[in-house]
């Protein structure tokens, strides 16, 4: 059995720390705990596995197109290794869930995400499991800016603890297997 991890951002050090990186966030501490990682270049992104187990392995993929894009990547590896879609767990942000809560749970809308919309349109299916990740929607300003800026001071205070929360239970439901038996729901690190 094959899980694919996607983690969702823009290449570049431009974008690192935004909030539509928040993904390539949450995988450079959920790698962390995996040291001997061979990344190398693949579908159009940065790629490694994991081995659990004897026939059990996990796939991470960081897309190396901007989010619009992101959907050739999965897509590519999707093909490659024959994984069913309900084997695909997307890591992004999301404008719909407060900063400092993360939601897991399996298919639902885009919320005009342009790299969920590029993912569901290259696999055909919007069936595939998300962990999103809370950024609130903003105050002022348009929203492709929001996005494309960095988080602020006080988020940027209590973001470790958030990246650190959600590679955790990344590590828990995936290392056990257990992708597709847990239950959908909102987790908070922090309220506002």
């Known amino acids: 059995m094959a899980v694919l991890i996607a983690f969702l951002g823009n290449p570049g050090s431009t974008y690192k720390k ?31 596995e994991l081995k659990v187990g004897e026939k059990a392995r996990i796939l991470i993929l960081c897309p190396d197109q901007y989010m619009n894009k ?54 055909g299916s919007n069936d595939f ?26 988020e940027e205070s209590q973001l470790p603890a958030c990246i650190e929360s959600a590679a955790g239970f990344l590590y828990q439901i995936l290392l056990t297997e257990n992708l597709g038996t847990q239950p959908p729901g909102r987790i908070t690190v922090f309220t506002s």
């Not at 959907?71 to 290794?81: E, T």
């Not at 942000?93 to 809308?109: A, H, K, M, N």
């Not at 998300?130 to 006080?154: A, C, D, Q, T, W």
């Open 70 to 123: 992101s959907g050739i990547s999965v897509a590519a590896c999707v093909k490659f290794f024959s994984i069913p879609v309900e084997k695909v767990l997307v890591v992004h942000d999301d404008l719909e869930t407060p900063f400092g809560s993360y939601v897991f749970q399996r298919g639902g809308g885009l919320a005009g995400h342009n790299g969920l919309r590029s993912i569901s349109g290259s696999l």
């Open 18 to 48: 935004t909030r539509h990186n928040y993904g390539r966030l949450v995988c450079s501490d959920f790698e962390k705990s995996f040291p001997d990682l061979s990344w190398r270049k693949k579908f159009n992104a940065i790629f490694t």
């Open 129 to 154: 499991y998300r962990l999103k990740m809370g950024i609130g929607r903003p105050v002022r300003e348009s929203v492709s800016s929001y996005v494309l800026n960095r988080f602020s001071p006080l």
